[in-house]
Every structure is written in C-alpha cells, then in structure tokens.
C-alpha cells in the first residue's frame, strides 16, 4: 500500500512529467465509481503536492473560456491511492490497464491514474482537515501535534497501534512502522506513551523557552504587526529517542525507504528475473510513472 514515501514520488514524478504540458480535458473510466469531475478550463496546467497519504493535483488555466467572471482561479483535485494506486503518463493510445482517471494534454499523451483494486478515491477539495501535519512537509507542526495531545488517554495504546493513527502520524503505514521501531530499538506493543516520554519532555523543555523568549520580544510589538504570532515555532531536531531518529533528516528517509520499497517490489505480479547486467538492473527498478519509455522523476529531482 502506497504511503509517505511513495506518495511524494507520485507527486515529483507527475511534476516532472507534466512541466510545460497543455492539459485540455479530463475524463475517468465508466466502471469506476467515483465522480466525473467537470474542468471549468479550456487549457490548463497540472502540478501535485503530497502530504502523508495525500495527493493533491491542482489545475490551473492557460486560458480562460469567454465568460471569465465565474471561472475559478483555479480546481484542486483530492486523490488517495488506495491499496494500488499508482500514476502513468503515456501515448494517447497506449491507455495501461486499471487506468480510471485521466488527463488529456495537447502533445499527443495522456497522464493517468492506475488502480487495479479501485480501492482509490478522488474529489474536488483540498488535503484533509482530520489528519495531523505531515512529518516531512511540516515537522515543526508534526511534533507540537504530539506534543499537545501527549496527555490524551490514547497514547496509553501500544505504540504500534498509534503510529496507524493519521492525526499524528500522517502518511505512516504498516512497513514504515516496522522500520521506525525497528532502528529505534523500540518494542511494539510498549505503550505509545513510554515510547515517546524522554523524546517529548525534551521538545517541551525546548518549545517553553522559544514561546517565553518569543512573547518577551513580541510584546512591544503593536498586535496588527505579529502576522507569525501563531505560526509553529522552529525547533532543533537532534533528540535521540524513538521517532524523530528515523526522521530528522527528513528527505533522506524518503528517499531511502522509496528506493527500498521500489527495489522489493513484485513487478506485474510475475517474478524477478535476475538481471544480467547492471544496466538491467536499473532498468528494473525504474519508477512505475514513465514518460515515452524513460525515467519520469525521483523523490531527489
């Protein structure tokens, strides 16, 4: 099951097949049972942005029909990947298998949704209200999410149990869990709370003097200036307990945990033959959203 990693993969890879494309339509496949989505825009531009199990597809316009005045700025598609979602940009007549959502662009190629189990949902909307910020995209808010509700009798749970919870572990699935307990020396069944107790008495310890010394400077300061009075405070991640070890370096575990999982995966359900070179090598392990038979992004582009 696609989960943080592989999702921000999805995200660079789409934007780098879609950089500088026309897009002129949308359609989607009539077994599936989600919505058509009308596209208010003649022509328009994709870009995607990903947070936890997230992806976000904006449509921008390139032109505006004649009647401008109702058009909006712009139409913000919802996309999780369900069990096996993935993303194609093809030929316009090479549609894959399982494609069942579509954008149409102008230079003779078409970008798709794939889902063989059609466990995936889309919509008109923006990144969910009831899961917590995401740990790569936002980790200052990631941790004062943990830090705020640390006295809740949910992290009395195991702490395997928890980290499934997306309002504060966002993106998080069953193999990042493993891996996450298993570099940190953390038992799973230990409850959520002694797990993270050492680690969350130190972000308090620094969160309280960067709110005094914040308040003390600020209070001079006329109220309709302190534009960032509620923005998440920086803070410094070096603690050395339990979660923020795995993922200090945020883009570094991403782009380890993507080439781990892309290098164990069953490729159309058939084994792996083992390759005879090492250019086959690569050649296998070669991201699922392709371009005209090439390489269409990677988590470090």
Not at 57 to 73: E, Q
Request: glycine residues 6%; contains cysteine.
């Amino acid at each position: 099951m696609p989960e943080l990693p592989e999702l921000h993969m999805m995200a660079e890879s789409i934007n780098s097949s879609a950089r500088g494309v026309v897009f002129v339509g949308l359609s989607k496949s009539v077994v599936n049972k989600n919505p058509e989505i009308a596209c208010p825009f003649e022509k328009f531009s994709v870009e995607a942005q990903s947070a936890g199990k997230e992806l976000l597809v904006t449509l921008r316009p390139l032109s505006r029909p004649g009647s401008t005045n109702d058009a909006p700025a712009e139409l913000s598609l919802l996309f999780t990947m369900g069990m096996s979602g993935w993303w194609q940009y093809t030929a316009a007549d090479e549609t894959p298998k399982h494609s069942h959502f579509r954008f149409h662009a102008t230079d003779g190629h078409t970008l798709h949704f794939v889902d063989p189990r059609r466990f995936g949902r889309w919509g008109v909307g923006t990144f969910s209200a009831d899961r917590g910020p995401c740990p790569v995209k936002n980790f200052d808010g990631f941790v004062r999410n943990i830090v705020d509700n640390f006295h809740l009798k949910i992290f009395d749970k195991p702490i395997c149990e928890l980290m499934l919870n997306q309002k504060f572990f966002n993106g998080i699935g069953n193999y990042l869990r493993a891996e996450i307990l298993h570099r940190n020396g953390v038992p799973p069944f230990v409850s959520a709370r002694d797990a993270l107790r050492d680690a969350v008495d130190k972000w308090r310890a620094r969160i309280a003097p960067a709110e005094s010394a914040s308040q003390s400077q600020s209070a001079d300061v006329p109220r309709n200036t302190r534009a960032d009075a509620d923005a998440p405070l920086p803070m410094e991640r070096q603690a050395s307990l339990t979660l923020e070890d795995a993922i200090k370096d945020e883009q570094s575990f991403v782009d380890e945990l993507a080439s781990k999982a892309a290098s164990s995966r069953r490729v159309s359900g058939r084994k792996r033959r083992k390759p005879e070179d090492p250019a086959a090598e690569s050649d296998q392990q070669r991201p699922r959203l392709v371009r005209k038979g090439t390489m269409a992004g990677t988590a470090s582009e």
